[in-house]
């Protein structure tokens, strides 16, 4: 929005509903970035997407409620069949999603992606 616009509403709504109007979905955009950030530090219902590099060098590329849980379990041999075999896997990128579908459909476009594309991706992580 620009000034101009600004002002335009400013004038339409007069300056103190203006102002309240701006309050109001400021205060509504700023709980809900609260809200969603303490989910995040709680973990509170999300899913992650993550990508493991195994001892063979491949990237396996699963989802979970908690990662590290999940690594241990993989490197216990009772994770995905793909991974049995290649113990163990080491984490390399994860992202947390709002929910188990975002997850999966996170984890079906990273699985789309080439190794080269896989690995650009987990390089741009650690930065």
Same mark, same amino acid.
């Given at each position: 929005? *620009?000034?101009? %616009?600004?002002?335009?509403?400013?004038?339409? =709504?007069?300056?103190? &509903?203006?102002?309240?109007?701006?309050? !109001? %979905?400021?205060?509504?955009?700023?709980?809900?970035?609260?809200?969603?950030?303490?989910?995040?530090?709680? *973990? &509170?219902?999300?899913?992650? /997407?993550?990508? /493991?590099?195994?001892?063979?060098?491949?990237?396996?590329?699963?989802?979970?409620?908690?990662?590290? !849980?999940?690594?241990? /379990?993989? *490197?216990?041999?009772?994770?995905?069949?793909?991974?049995?075999?290649?113990?163990? /896997?080491?984490?390399? =990128?994860?992202?947390?999603?709002?929910?188990?579908?975002?997850?999966?459909?996170?984890?079906?476009?990273?699985?789309?992606?080439?190794?080269?594309?896989?690995?650009?991706?987990? %390089?741009?992580?650690? !930065?």
């Amino acid at each position: 929005m *620009n000034s101009e %616009e600004v002002k335009r509403i400013a004038d339409k =709504w007069g300056a103190t &509903d203006f102002l309240s109007g701006i309050h !109001k %979905e400021l205060s509504k955009s700023i709980a809900e970035l609260f809200e969603c950030e303490a989910s995040y530090l709680l *973990n &509170d219902g999300h899913y992650s /997407v993550y990508m /493991v590099e195994c001892s063979d060098g491949t990237i396996y590329t699963g989802i979970a409620r908690d990662v590290s !849980k999940r690594i241990s /379990v993989h *490197n216990k041999g009772k994770g995905a069949k793909y991974t049995k075999t290649r113990l163990p /896997v080491v984490l390399k =990128w994860e992202k947390m999603c709002r929910d188990r579908s975002m997850a999966s459909k996170y984890e079906y476009r990273i699985k789309k992606l080439s190794r080269k594309q896989k690995l650009k991706l987990i %390089e741009e992580y650690g !930065k």
